[in-house]
């Protein structure tokens, strides 16, 4: 849950937003203000990562439809204009010899050709469907990830903005000194180069700003429409971490990447069988209702009739076929094995982050609820004119609030991706605004 502190400061962080990263209206405009659930609700929205999917969804659906095809009826209609000088002694003297014919062909067996073709077109819908569901888990993270930034970005300005107004405030006060003859040139320039640098870190801190809601509008599809105020998910990120070893098991069995790559092995595998098939017979029937203008004894009716087709000789034509279907089935286990690799190394490491993520957690509460104390401390010695540190305990407190914010983003971050990897609802839940 975000502390009382995280609120304050992404609080302060608003009022001192500079008026240059709120967008104008705009039709079919993000909700105001925006909340991680409804920046997530955007995630199935077009988008051009998604929409290449989709696009590679598609293409395979086509290709399925393609393969099943090979088998089915046709039917056509052959026409001939055609004007021709009769033999004398032939009976009919009429100088027309048009015909039309109405022609239906089907292929009978194609011993497996059409078969192996459809299953592995079947396959690469599948492996193209999983990429889609992989490219809507990795979309979903990067909305988080740009939703956060934005908060980050916010707390990030309001440090800044405290530190300057502390520079400041000490600047005023050495030339003041200065001219009392108190504090040397160079103690002061020191201090200038100090305030100086400050307002360079806080302007660098605006331009953050802009570039994290202008990243955030990118992720939600929506160009040029800059999100001006978010509303601090409260999250709950508390729960046991299961086993690597489940977790793993988990992931190689349900991962989407790991799907489609599996897909697309099998789907080169059935290739390859689709590619040797080319060389096996063809058998095909058709019937024909045929119509001539000149009636001669040898004009029929009707025809029907089985052909029988066997490849005797081809070349290189099938070798070359079969070896290149071959040539991507050891790309595509290549791909699978390696992809298999990057898994369980990113799977381990999100394990033994969110392992140390408790005590990260204590760490960071320990130090904040520290300069919470010591701030009270300051503001008593201050209001007793005893230290004069206020400034900078309020700086330190600010700086440990935007550390638990981090600590507790990259949890968030790491629970959303390890339940993308390992297929099972681990997403850190969100239940509305922080108080």
Same mark, same amino acid.
């Given at each position: 849950?975000?502390?009382?502190?995280?609120?304050?400061?992404?609080?302060?962080?608003?009022?001192?937003?500079?008026?240059?990263?709120?967008?104008?209206?705009?039709?079919?405009? #993000?909700?105001?203000?925006?909340?991680?659930?409804?920046?997530?609700?955007?995630?199935? /929205?077009?988008?051009?990562?998604?929409?290449?999917?989709?696009?590679?969804?598609?293409?395979? %659906?086509?290709?399925?439809?393609?393969?099943?095809? &090979?088998?089915?009826?046709?039917?056509?209609?052959?026409?001939?204009?055609?004007?021709?000088?009769?033999?004398?002694?032939?009976?009919?003297?009429?100088?027309?010899?048009?015909?039309?014919?109405?022609?239906?062909?089907?292929?009978?067996?194609?011993?497996?050709?059409?078969?192996?073709?459809?299953?592995?077109?079947?396959?690469? =819908?599948?492996?193209? *469907?999983?990429?889609?569901?992989?490219?809507?888990?990795?979309?979903?993270?990067?909305?988080?990830?740009?939703?956060? &930034?934005?908060?980050?970005? &916010?707390?990030?300005?309001?440090?800044?903005?405290?530190?300057?107004?502390? &520079?400041?405030?000490?600047?005023?006060?050495?030339?003041?000194?200065?001219? #009392?003859? @108190?504090?040397?040139?160079?103690? #002061?320039?020191?201090?200038?180069?100090?305030?100086?640098?400050?307002?360079?870190?806080?302007?660098?801190?605006?331009?953050?700003?802009?570039?994290?809601?202008?990243?955030?509008?990118?992720? !939600?599809? +929506?160009?040029?429409? =800059?999100?001006?105020? !978010?509303?601090?998910?409260?999250?709950?990120?508390?729960?046991?971490?299961?086993?690597?070893?489940?977790?793993?098991?988990?992931?190689?069995?349900?991962?989407?990447?790991? #799907?489609?790559?599996?897909?697309?092995?099998?789907?080169? *595998?059935?290739?390859?069988?689709?590619?040797?098939?080319?060389?096996?017979?063809?058998?095909?029937?058709?019937? *024909?209702?045929?119509?001539?203008?000149?009636?001669?004894? /040898? /004009?029929?009716?009707?025809?029907?009739?089985?052909?029988?087709?066997?490849?005797?000789? @081809?070349?290189?034509?099938?070798?070359?076929?079969?070896?290149?279907? @071959?040539?991507?089935?050891?790309?595509?286990?290549?791909?699978?094995?390696?992809?298999?690799?990057?898994?369980?190394?990113?799977?381990?490491?999100?394990? !033994?982050?969110?392992?140390?993520?408790?005590? %990260?957690?204590?760490?960071?509460?320990? @130090?904040?609820?520290?300069?919470?104390?010591?701030?009270?401390? /300051?503001?008593?010695?201050?209001? =007793?004119?005893?230290?004069?540190?206020?400034?900078?305990?309020?700086?330190?407190?600010?700086?440990?609030? !935007?550390?638990?914010?981090?600590?507790?983003?990259?949890?968030?971050?790491?629970?959303? +991706?390890?339940?993308? =990897?390992?297929?099972?609802?681990?997403?850190?839940?969100?239940?509305?605004?922080?108080?």
């Amino acid at each position: 849950m975000i502390g009382r502190g995280y609120c304050r400061l992404l609080l302060c962080g608003w009022l001192l937003l500079p008026a240059s990263v709120v967008a104008l209206p705009e039709s079919d405009a #993000l909700p105001q203000p925006l909340t991680l659930e409804a920046a997530l609700a955007l995630a199935g /929205s077009a988008h051009p990562s998604l929409n290449l999917a989709e696009a590679a969804v598609a293409a395979a %659906q086509a290709d399925l439809r393609a393969a099943r095809a &090979d088998r089915d009826s046709e039917l056509h209609l052959d026409g001939r204009l055609r004007w021709l000088q009769p033999s004398p002694i032939a009976a009919d003297q009429d100088h027309g010899d048009h015909a039309l014919a109405l022609v239906a062909r089907r292929t009978l067996a194609d011993f497996g050709r059409t078969a192996s073709r459809t299953a592995s077109a079947g396959q690469q =819908l599948q492996a193209r *469907e999983a990429n889609l569901a992989a490219a809507l888990d990795h979309h979903r993270l990067t909305i988080m990830r740009r939703f956060f &930034d934005v908060l980050l970005s &916010d707390m990030q300005f309001a440090l800044a903005s405290e530190q300057m107004a502390i &520079d400041y405030v000490t600047l005023d006060r050495l030339r003041d000194r200065q001219q #009392l003859g @108190q504090i040397s040139d160079v103690d #002061l320039l020191q201090m200038e180069s100090e305030y100086q640098q400050s307002r360079l870190e806080r302007q660098q801190a605006a331009a953050a700003q802009r570039q994290s809601r202008a990243r955030l509008a990118l992720a !939600l599809g +929506r160009p040029g429409q =800059l999100p001006s105020e !978010l509303v601090p998910p409260q999250l709950m990120i508390t729960r046991e971490l299961p086993p690597i070893d489940h977790l793993l098991a988990q992931a190689l069995a349900r991962n989407p990447q790991l #799907l489609a790559l599996r897909a697309e092995v099998a789907a080169a *595998e059935r290739s390859i069988a689709a590619a040797r098939a080319d060389s096996r017979p063809r058998v095909d029937g058709h019937v *024909e209702l045929l119509a001539t203008a000149r009636e001669l004894g /040898s /004009s029929d009716r009707w025809r029907a009739g089985v052909t029988f087709a066997l490849p005797i000789y @081809q070349g290189d034509r099938i070798d070359a076929a079969v070896a290149a279907a @071959q040539a991507k089935l050891f790309d595509a286990r290549a791909r699978l094995t390696a992809a298999e690799y990057a898994l369980r190394e990113e799977l381990l490491t999100l394990w !033994l982050t969110l392992s140390n993520a408790p005590l %990260q957690q204590e760490r960071v509460a320990a @130090q904040l609820a520290y300069r919470d104390l010591y701030l009270d401390r /300051s503001r008593t010695n201050y209001e =007793l004119e005893v230290k004069a540190d206020l400034g900078d305990a309020m700086v330190r407190l600010t700086e440990a609030q !935007l550390n638990e914010a981090k600590t507790l983003f990259d949890t968030a971050l790491a629970w959303q +991706r390890l339940g993308q =990897l390992s297929g099972e609802n681990l997403s850190p839940s969100s239940t509305g605004e922080s108080h």
